[in-house]
């Protein structure tokens, strides 16, 4: 099972909105609405941000919103601030009964 | 609070083999799959195992089947990783997981961790 595609680096400017894209296959995202979204910060353990492709869990902050379309998942970040610097990566579960990360996204706030 | 504490993480050469435990507390042990997450030094997360919350189903990545084996003791609430025929590529953190309790396919409790070092 190859990793999910997702942009190696995305940035964006205070306040402003940015979106993180990851790809998939027919094995995956495209036929499970099972994708989830971890933020890990430096020497830190990941975190869950979105589950099941659009819920966030409790004490997640509502800037962060998830989607999906056709091998397509999305994390879009609104009114980025400072804190959201950080490695972002998705999961999906597969047609095996296992999971695939995405390959991680690095957002820089400018 | 949820709290997942492995152990086991060390220097061991190649070829050789390594046992990983995780202390789990906080939660209904039995009603929650776990997983094993790895990440190698400067890379991405990688997805490695999982045990169904019964103990009956067990799935592994490609990378490590056949080597791998978790297994999970109801008695201890501890899940262990048993790594056979390392390999330097298998050097990485691993973190020891918990699902979420929704649709129970989110990583939602994670370790801090442990370094193994092939």
């Known amino acids: 099972q190859s990793a999910l595609t997702q942009p190696a680096s995305v940035s964006g400017s205070p306040g402003q909105s940015i979106t993180i894209s990851c790809t998939g296959a027919?094995?995956?995202?495209?036929?499970?609405?099972?994708v989830s979204w971890y933020q890990q910060h430096p020497g830190k353990a990941p975190k869950l941000i979105i589950y099941?492709?659009?819920n966030r869990p409790s004490g997640v902050s509502d800037r962060f919103s998830g989607s999906k379309s056709g091998d397509t998942a999305s994390l879009t970040i609104s009114g980025l601030q400072t804190e959201d610097e950080a490695d972002y990566y998705c999961?999906?579960?597969?047609?095996?009964?296992?999971?695939?990360f995405g390959t991680g996204t690095t957002v820089t706030v400018l | 609070q949820v709290l997942l504490v492995e152990s086991g993480g060390g220097v061991v050469q190649p070829g050789r083999s390594l046992r990983l435990s995780c202390a789990a507390s906080?939660?209904?042990?039995?009603?929650?799959?776990m997983n094993w997450v790895r990440q190698a030094p400067g890379k991405g997360l990688e997805w490695v195992t999982l045990?169904?919350?019964?103990?009956?189903?067990?799935y592994y990545a490609d990378s490590v089947k056949g080597r791998f084996t978790i297994s999970r003791d109801y008695s201890k609430n501890t899940v262990s990783l048993e790594m056979n025929s390392l390999r330097p590529e298998d050097t990485a953190v691993y973190y020891c997981?918990?699902?979420?309790?929704?649709?129970?396919?989110?990583?939602?409790?994670w370790g801090q961790g442990t370094l193994v070092t092939v």
């Open positions: 099941d492709v659009t």
């Open positions: 997981v918990k699902m979420g309790g929704n649709s129970g396919h989110d990583l939602l409790n």
């Open positions: 906080g939660f209904t042990f039995r009603s929650f799959a």
């Open positions: 999961l999906s579960h597969t047609y095996t009964s296992t999971y695939v």
């Open positions: 027919s094995s995956d995202i495209v036929n499970y609405n099972w």
């Open positions: 045990i169904s919350h019964d103990g009956g189903g067990k």
